[in-house]
């Protein structure tokens, strides 16, 4: 164990432990990270079990803006080096998996991380018992870490098993064989339909004789829903085999039971939604559960174990990303996604690079007296105008965690105004006493229920300012929020090209705005 305390313990150097690592080492804080396996980012060393990672790598965006080029780079941690860009690894828009593996061990080589590996933990306890004591964390090797504070890197590490029974006969996506030629004129049942099952699905088509694919939900498609973990048309092969009849399906419904037949067959009940519950048992050769994963917090001692919600799936967390039942305990990365749990972009290095930077503005804020970064400018409408305008048309992090960050103007009425950058929107410790206006680039109402590819559907003019609120697509919103009185919200009207430029239709509207808006408060 060190003579002393370190200020932060990392669990787990992933990306999201990387991320942090390099704010820590920025900042001169003792840090450790620890890592279970021999190299940064196990996981990506086994999934995707197909081997195509299904986040973007558009190296050529048409700008020479860095941070523009982020909201279309999904892979890359954030760094002022240049060279530490995803977009240098690989040419494909699909990367493989492997130039994963590659790029996160240079970037902990590059920027000197301090990493000990080989180090699974295996119990996290704080022995004092007040809550606000150090933890005492312990590798597998029965080696001791003392830490102020425990920052949880580790992802989502243990499969998301449903309590069907008889699921303990079926192979798991991260077991499965992947090698086609072991499902020759076979019958698959892959029970989820997210998409490790439609991967598992696109993977097999050439050999599998039949296909079902179940699940009591319905398919959510990412274009529809803007949410980039629902399926993705890389991996939606099988949804034209099924509708062009060629053997395969899609099964709306529960799985009852799983009987593995002496022969190494199975009998699989599934009850379906569609037809009033009827049931029917259907022979497969394979089932194949492909449910996800869930964040395992069976190293925590009682005394810190973190609560969980969404089924047990995930910490409970603030909006500081800290344990909501103990204090000092915080999370990073794909673990942080109950915070925007299906509807943005937590689970995703392109959101939780930006949620990391938070996060670690927010620990320097509460526990080193740093304040949060921020430029003054003059509290006046045409400058706070111009201040939003040229933020809303550039920022990456605004882009990517729309809704769940936003830049915030804190009015302390002495005519100057603070302009903070990338403030999780319901993190209150920042804001000061006189009121501050949100700036987030949201979705508009319903954007998930429309066909953005009906031509019939009513759309809303790009030049109407006055109808901004309806548009359904990314658009720049601003709120200003007084104590003891309503949120007053702007929209700003969508553009298909994101450009909010117009002196007329984008910047006018927001200067009046801001205009009638301050002359309500001191400023």
Same mark, same amino acid.
């Given at each position: 164990m060190p003579d002393k305390a370190l200020d932060y313990l990392v669990i787990g150097a992933g990306p999201a432990g990387l991320q942090l690592g390099y704010y820590l080492q920025k900042a001169g804080r003792e840090y450790l990270i620890l890592e279970a396996g021999p190299a940064p980012g196990q996981f990506f060393r086994t999934f995707p079990r197909h081997r195509t990672l299904i986040s973007i790598n558009k190296k050529h965006t048409g700008w020479d803006d860095p941070e523009l080029n982020l909201r279309m780079d999904w892979n890359s941690l954030l760094s002022d080096d240049p060279g530490l860009l995803f977009t240098r690894?690989?040419?494909?828009?699909?990367?493989?998996?492997?130039?994963?593996?590659?790029?996160?061990?240079?970037?902990?080589?590059?920027?000197?991380?301090?990493?000990?590996?080989?180090?699974?933990?295996?119990?996290?306890?704080?022995?004092?018992?007040?809550?606000?004591?150090? &933890?005492?964390?312990? !590798? /597998?090797?029965?080696?001791?870490?003392?830490?102020? +504070? #425990?920052? @949880?890197? *580790? =992802?989502?590490?243990?499969?998301?098993?449903?309590?069907?029974p008889g699921i303990e006969t079926a192979d798991l996506y991260g077991t499965a064989s992947a090698d086609p030629a072991d499902y020759v004129d076979r019958r698959v049942l892959i029970i989820g339909k997210g998409n490790s099952a439609f991967e598992t699905a696109d993977n097999l088509m050439e050999t599998a004789a039949v296909i079902h694919v179940a699940g009591p939900n319905s398919v959510r498609m990412a274009w529809r829903t803007h949410y980039v973990g629902h399926l993705r048309a890389v991996n939606n092969n099988l949804l034209d085999t099924y509708q062009l009849k060629s053997q395969n399906a899609l099964l709306d419904g529960d799985v009852r039971r799983?009987?593995?037949?002496?022969?190494?067959?199975?009998?699989?009940?599934?009850? &379906?939604?569609?037809? !009033? /519950?009827?049931?029917?048992?259907?022979?497969?050769? +394979? #089932?194949? @559960?492909? *449910? =996800?994963?869930?964040?395992?917090?069976?190293?925590?001692?009682?005394?810190?174990?973190?609560?969980?919600?969404?089924?047990?799936?995930?910490?409970?967390?603030?909006?500081?990303?800290?344990?909501?039942?103990?204090?000092?305990?915080?999370?990073?990365?794909?673990?942080?996604?109950?915070?925007?749990?299906?509807?943005?972009?937590?689970?995703?290095?392109?959101?939780?690079?930006?949620?990391?930077?938070?996060?670690?503005?927010?620990?320097?804020?509460?526990?080193?007296?740093?304040?949060?970064?921020?430029?003054?400018?003059?509290?006046?409408?045409?400058?706070?105008?111009?201040?939003?305008?040229?933020?809303?048309?550039?920022?990456?992090?605004?882009?990517?965690?729309?809704?769940?960050?936003?830049?915030?103007?804190?009015?302390?009425?002495?005519?100057?105004?603070?302009?903070?950058e990338e403030v999780p929107y319901d993190l209150d410790e920042p804001i000061g006493d006189h009121g501050h206006f949100a700036i987030t680039l949201e979705y508009g109402p319903d954007h998930d229920k429309a066909d953005p590819f009906d031509i019939a559907v009513a759309r809303i003019g790009q030049s109407d300012s006055a109808r901004a609120h309806e548009g359904h697509y990314l658009h720049p919103v601003v709120r200003h929020h007084r104590p003891g009185r309503p949120v007053v919200t702007h929209h700003i009207t969508e553009n298909l090209e994101n450009e909010w430029t117009s002196e007329e239709i984008h910047v006018e509207p927001l200067r009046a705005f801001f205009a009638r808006q301050t002359a309500t408060v001191p400023v």
């Open positions: 690894y690989s040419d494909r828009y699909f990367p493989h998996a492997d130039d994963m593996v590659r790029y996160l061990a240079d970037f902990a080589e590059s920027t000197g991380l301090r990493i000990a590996y080989d180090a699974r933990v295996a119990r996290v306890a704080r022995p004092g018992g007040d809550h606000r004591g150090p &933890f005492v964390v312990t !590798d /597998e090797h029965g080696r001791t870490y003392e830490a102020k +504070r #425990v920052v @949880v890197a *580790t =992802g989502v590490s243990r499969p998301n098993i449903p309590p069907i799983i009987e593995r037949r002496p022969d190494g067959s199975y009998l699989v009940t599934v009850a &379906f939604a569609r037809v !009033d /519950e009827v049931t029917k048992d259907i022979p497969y050769d +394979r #089932v194949i @559960v492909c *449910t =996800g994963f869930r964040f395992d917090a069976s190293v925590f001692a009682d005394e810190c174990r973190p609560e969980l919600m969404i089924n047990g799936r995930f910490p409970a967390l603030t909006p500081a990303y800290e344990s909501a039942n103990v204090p000092d305990l915080y999370f990073a990365g794909t673990i942080t996604q109950s915070r925007d749990f299906k509807q943005g972009t937590s689970g995703f290095i392109h959101g939780f690079r930006y949620g990391v930077r938070a996060l670690h503005r927010i620990l320097e804020s509460r526990h080193h007296g740093v304040p949060w970064p921020a430029k003054m400018l003059a509290a006046q409408p045409g400058p706070l105008a111009t201040a939003v305008i040229d933020r809303v048309n550039r920022t990456s992090a605004l882009w990517q965690q729309f809704g769940l960050l936003a830049d915030v103007i804190v009015l302390d009425g002495d005519g100057i105004a603070r302009y903070l």
